[in-house]
């Protein structure tokens, strides 16, 4: 395992030399012994086993571990927007529960349609249909296969660094060397890559939006000019690592797909249902594409299903079989996403998350005054990247000095994941409070004193 490179992805890396020293600090022999054990069965992969620590209970915005200790969940894998058992939805699974708890294939059911109808009422396209599955990995899937019927093309274009899941054709499309690269094999034909609209570390040269004439929409304009058989350009609006594309970017990339054939499709699985504070992060652009994917929060943070809304004109594929999952239209989960839904809007949490993001913002700025080893912090809604840098004029990666950040934080009860290795990456549930998100700017502001007395 020491030989083994440590790849630069959307998450840390469970190898760092971080993570083992954290681990004999903080972490009791009965704990190490569940690690233990868990690797013993689990196949090992980066990101995840062997793991970092052992839960016994999520609430709220917490997760407590089996030592009995409390952190603030900034991370959650972006599930849990409206925080962990939200009593409202564990109520209705368990009604829910006491009534219907499968659909076999062939039928429909109440709580199926009702989560139809209702998505395709907040779609921003109108008429709008929708297609389920259990995971945002297959419903991408699902997006480029309904993308090349209806286009009759087999092309796609995304972002290098992007994460789609982790199946074949959304690892093609996905930009991760975690992803693409090793001992899996040749990908997906026909899937092209372009740089992200990262103004802070801009792939063209440029030093901010202000001077950059929109160079990365313009290339990825060219591109699709010359291929001109590309069925979609497949994006987070957003990147989850918090990567705020430049005023205009999207316009001009809906204008060049338009002329070109080509379909846009925005992958909102881990930064929709009001994260930006809109409920899909598209709103924040006027900016309407073909078709919109979802996931994660949309099971309420207790049951997994994701799914695609596509404008009603793409519905081209009736006599095949598009995604054919077995549980497509399972009541239980229909009944966790259609509640989840109804609390987003109810308890106004994606105006919770504008205001508590601009909030974190304001603040985090205010600490990158008094600390250069901040280079930028960006963020829309609770979608935020605070990134460390050893000097601000040559914005070299302080990778080390974010894993130290990262762990120490975790040490003192707040948890979230690093980025692309120096990135601080901040997502905080949809109910965060002012007074908790002031407490979590402190302890990065804590944490980065500590580092600086080193």
């Known amino acids: 395992m020491d030989n083994i490179r440590l790849i630069e992805a959307e998450s840390d890396n469970n190898m760092s030399p971080g ?16 690690l233990k054990e868990d690797e013993k069965y689990f196949l090992r992969q980066s990101v995840s086993t062997p793991c970092l620590n052992v839960i016994r209970d999520v609430k709220g915005i917490y997760f407590e571990d089996v030592s009995g200790k409390r952190y603030m969940d900034f991370h959650g894998n972006n599930v849990h927007h409206i925080g962990y058992n939200h009593p409202r939805l564990i109520d209705a699974l368990k009604r829910q529960l006491d009534g219907l708890t499968f659909t076999p294939r062939r039928f429909t059911d109440l709580p199926a349609i009702e989560l139809a109808r209702k998505l ?3 779609a921003p396209f109108k008429p709008a249909k929708v297609l389920f599955s259990t995971g945002g990995s297959d419903a991408v899937e699902m997006a480029m296969k309904l993308a090349r019927a209806a286009t009759k093309r087999y092309k796609f274009v995304s972002f290098w660094d ?10 093609s499309i996905g930009g991760e060397e975690l ?13 092209e890559h372009v740089a ?3 103004c802070y570390r801009c792939a063209y040269g440029h030093q901010n939006s202000d001077t950059c004439g929109l160079a990365c929409a313009k290339y990825l304009r060219y591109v699709l000019e010359k291929e001109r058989d590309v069925a979609a350009v497949i994006a987070e609006p957003v990147r989850s690592l918090a990567v705020i594309p430049p005023p205009g970017y999207w316009q ?7 002329e070109f054939g080509t379909l846009l499709i925005f992958d909102e699985i881990p930064n929709g249902l009001g994260k930006t504070g809109r409920m899909f992060t598209c709103e924040n652009y006027g900016v309407i594409p073909d078709m919109i994917v979802i996931g994660k929060a949309l099971g309420g943070g207790i049951v997994p299903i994701a799914g695609i809304l596509a404008k009603a004109g793409l519905d081209v594929m009736q006599a ?17 996403a259609l509640t989840t839904l109804k609390i987003i809007e109810e308890e106004k949490l994606a105006e919770n998350a504008a205001r508590q993001g601009n909030y974190a913002l304001e603040r985090l700025r205010g600490v990158a005054a008094r600390h250069p080893v901040i280079g930028d912090v960006r963020g829309l809604g609770l979608v935020i990247g605070v990134e460390l840098v050893r000097h601000r004029s040559t914005r070299q990666r ?32 949809l109910i965060i409070t002012e007074d908790q998100m002031e407490e979590a700017v402190t302890i990065i502001d804590e944490c980065l004193t500590e580092l600086e007395a080193l």
Not at 162 to 171: L, M, N, V
Not at 402 to 418: I, P, Q
């Open 120 to 122: 395709a009422e907040l």
């Open 320 to 336: 095949y079989a598009l995604g054919h999952y077995t549980h497509e239209k399972n009541p239980f989960t229909a009944t966790a």
């Open 252 to 258: 001009e990339v809906r204008r060049a797909c338009d």
């Open 398 to 429: 302080a990778r080390d000095e974010a894993d130290w950040v990262m762990y120490r934080a975790m040490e003192k009860g707040l948890s979230f994941k690093t980025s692309m290795g120096n990135v601080l990456t901040l997502t905080p549930p």
């Open 196 to 198: 992200p609209p990262d």
């Open 179 to 191: 992803f693409r690269s090793g001992p899996a094999g040749p990908l997906l034909c026909g899937t």
């Open 19 to 34: 993570r083992k020293a954290w681990t004999e600090k903080n972490l009791n022999k009965e704990v190490v012994g569940l």
């Open 162 to 171: 992007s994460f789609h899941g982790a199946g074949f054709g959304a690892s």
